[in-house]
């Protein structure tokens, strides 16, 4: 596989942007965008998913009841990085806090449940936490959960705060850049019930929900627990709790999920977030990776698009 250039991509964040204020509906919008993507890069997605036949099989999920479920803890024996990646996020995390950087930024009134630490260029600069989002493991299982080598779109660390709030990602919700996408959780500190657990339910019980009169049709819709519990019930909803260093994965275009209800304590994590080549509300991002001149190997190269 060719790699000697990054694959050229549109900024589908503007354009859809520019095409919703002119009234061209979700539908439509997904596809003139996804027809750009193809036009700027022919034959990537395809060479996407050829190569992973490259790719060896996960071994840190049971990959066939993983990919029916959409969502679950993944085993920290198959993936080692996971250690050395917690300890040096909860490092960053100290440096931060030492410094006076874990503040609610006052434009961020309306969304301080989930307060953003740290993007991409300070994570992936750190080679723990790079080793860690970029290892063959977590690769193979996004790859193979994805049935092509994805490109990592996002990755940050998320601050929780103490809350009282019910809003936004608070509620029952779908992401919308995808119908099929899959994040990365690490928990940096322990996460039990009372601080914000991550929180979803199946692919499965999940379309049952939306197949029902609850879900108004709209991938935007938020959905309360009373709403969602009397369709699945209470035993359906699957609670992502464990000490730090907890990985767990979801795939947040097919499960409905919430999160930072955070009542007892604060909730520190990284979240990773890979998302098909054409998808449709994603950039394919310009990683700056400048601070850092380490080789990358060439499933790497592909996940991040760069040279
Ligand atoms: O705060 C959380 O745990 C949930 C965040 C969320 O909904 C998301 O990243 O899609």
Redesign the pocket.
């Known amino acids: 596989m060719a790699t000697s250039a990054p694959a050229k991509s549109v900024d589908s964040v503007r354009i859809q942007k520019r095409l919703q204020k002119v009234g061209i509906p979700r539908g439509m919008r997904d596809f003139v965008v996804t027809g750009a993507k193809r036009v700027m890069a022919p034959g990537e997605e395809e060479r996407r998913v050829s190569y992973l036949s490259k790719v060896p099989k996960p071994r840190c999920v049971d990959f066939d009841s993983f990919k029916k479920a959409g969502a679950g803890f993944l085993d920290n024996a198959a993936l080692p990085e996971g250690e050395a990646a917690t300890q040096e996020a909860q490092a960053l995390l100290a440096e931060l806090k030492a410094t006076g950087q874990v503040v609610k930024p006052a434009r961020q009134r309306k969304r301080d ?2 307060v953003r630490l740290a993007g991409h260029a300070e994570l992936l600069a750190r080679p723990e936490i790079a080793d860690f989002v970029l290892s063959d493991e977590l690769l193979a299982l996004a790859s193979h959960y994805l049935g092509q080598v994805p490109v990592l779109t996002r990755f940050d660390m ?1 601050w ?1 705060p103490i809350n009282d709030k019910m809003s ?3 509620f029952y ?1 779908y ?1 919308g850049e995808d119908e099929t996408q899959l ?1 990365i ?1 690490v928990y940096l500190n322990d996460v039990d019930l009372e601080n ?4 979803t339910l199946s692919a499965a019980d999940s379309e049952k929900v939306k197949s029902t009169k609850v879900f108004a049709q709209r991938r935007s819709e938020r959905l309360d627990d009373e709403r969602v519990e009397s369709i699945v019930g209470k035993d359906a909803v699957v609670r992502i709790v464990g000490p730090a260093g907890t990985l767990a994965a ?1 795939d ?1 275009g097919r499960c409905l ?5 955070a009542k007892s304590r604060d ?1 520190f ?1 990284l ?1 990773a ?1 890979f998302t098909k080549f054409l998808c449709p509300k994603a950039l394919v991002p310009d990683w700056k990776l400048e601070g850092d001149r380490r080789s990358f190997n060439p499933l790497q190269k592909l996940v991040l698009n760069v040279t």
């Open positions: 449940f989930l998320w929780s936004e990602s608070q919700h992401d994040k959780i914000g657990p991550f929180t979801c947040t999920h919430y999160g930072s209800r909730r994590i979240m977030q």
